[in-house]
Nanobody, 125 residues
C-alpha cells in the first residue's frame, strides 16, 4: 500500500505561485504513475495532470503553461508548481498514484488507486 501526504496549500493572491508537495511512502516512486486532481465542494474531482513512469507528463488544458509537475525519486516526492494562479484554481488538491492507466482513462479518478488527504489552495481575486 502506498501512503501519500500532500502539503503546501495556502491562501494566495491571483497571479501568485504555490508549490505543492506529495510525499510518498513508496521507495520506488518511478514504478508508479503519479497524478494530481482537484475538487471544489459540490463538483466532481477534476484531473490536473500526471507524470508517467517514463517521465511523460500530461496536463489538463486549463493549467497548461501555468502548472508544472516534477518528481524527485531520491526524496520519494512529487511536486506541483503552480504559477499565475487564478481564483478558479481554488480547490482541494489531491495527489494520487496508480500502477497503470491508459489514455483518456487517466483523466478520471477511477483508475487511481491511492490518494492523499488533500491540501487546500485558495486564490483570492
Amino acid at each position: 500500500q502506498v501512503q501519500l501526504a500532500e502539503s503546501g496549500g495556502d491562501l494566495v493572491q491571483a497571479g501568485g505561485s504555490l508549490r505543492l508537495s506529495c510525499a510518498a511512502s513508496e521507495r520506488t516512486l518511478s514504478n508508479w504513475v503519479m497524478g494530481w486532481f482537484r475538487q471544489v465542494p459540490g463538483k466532481e474531482r477534476e484531473f490536473v495532470g500526471f507524470i508517467s513512469r517514463s517521465g511523460y507528463i500530461v496536463y489538463t488544458d486549463s493549467v497548461k503553461g501555468r502548472f508544472t509537475i516534477s518528481q524527485d525519486n531520491a526524496k520519494n516526492t512529487v511536486y506541483l508548481q503552480m504559477n499565475s494562479l487564478k481564483p478558479e484554481d481554488t480547490a482541494v488538491y489531491y495527489c494520487t498514484a496508480t500502477m497503470t492507466c491508459s489514455g483518456s482513462g487517466c483523466y478520471s479518478p477511477a483508475p487511481w488507486k491511492y490518494w492523499g488527504q488533500g491540501t487546500q489552495v485558495t486564490v483570492s481575486s
